[in-house]
Nanobody, 122 residues
Framework: QLRLVESGGGSVQSGGSKTLSCTAS????????IGWFRQAPGKERQGISC????????NYHDSVKGRFTISRNNAQNTVYLQMNNLKPGAAAIYYC???????????????WGQGTQVSVSS
């Protein structure tokens, strides 16, 4: 069964950092582009970053450019989202996603992880 599993969420103070991880169960990530979305309470899901299967192309939503970094280690079957200088508005559930037909960004997700909660205190 294909599963995406996020980890690394938790509480952090404003201005702090967090690194989220996305791993796969039942398949290998290296063939697919991976995206990160987030959903804050009362708001729609927002795409914030994407990385191509090779890792050679990355893109970011304007709201996180310069503060978030997406990377991948295909040998470890893991994609990371390094988040620096977190602000209270970044508090959300963060999801990693993929589409089984996509190795490049952007893409329309067909599979979602269960999400990991990030809280930011001021």
């Amino acid at each position: 069964q294909l599963r995406l599993v996020e980890s690394g969420g938790g509480s952090v103070q404003s201005g702090g950092s967090k690194t989220l991880s996305c791993t796969a169960s039942g398949f290998i990530l290296e063939s697919y582009a991976i995206g990160w979305f987030r959903q804050a309470p009362g708001k729609e899901r927002q795409g914030i970053s994407c990385i191509s299967s090779s890792g050679g192309t990355t893109n970011y939503h304007d709201s996180v450019k310069g503060r978030f970094t997406i990377s991948r280690n295909n040998a470890q079957n893991t994609v990371y989202l390094q988040m620096n200088n977190l602000k209270p508005g970044a508090a959300a559930i963060y999801y990693c996603t993929l589409d089984l037909g996509s190795s490049i960004c952007p893409f329309g997700p067909s599979h979602w992880g269960q999400g990991t909660q990030v809280s930011v205190s001021s």
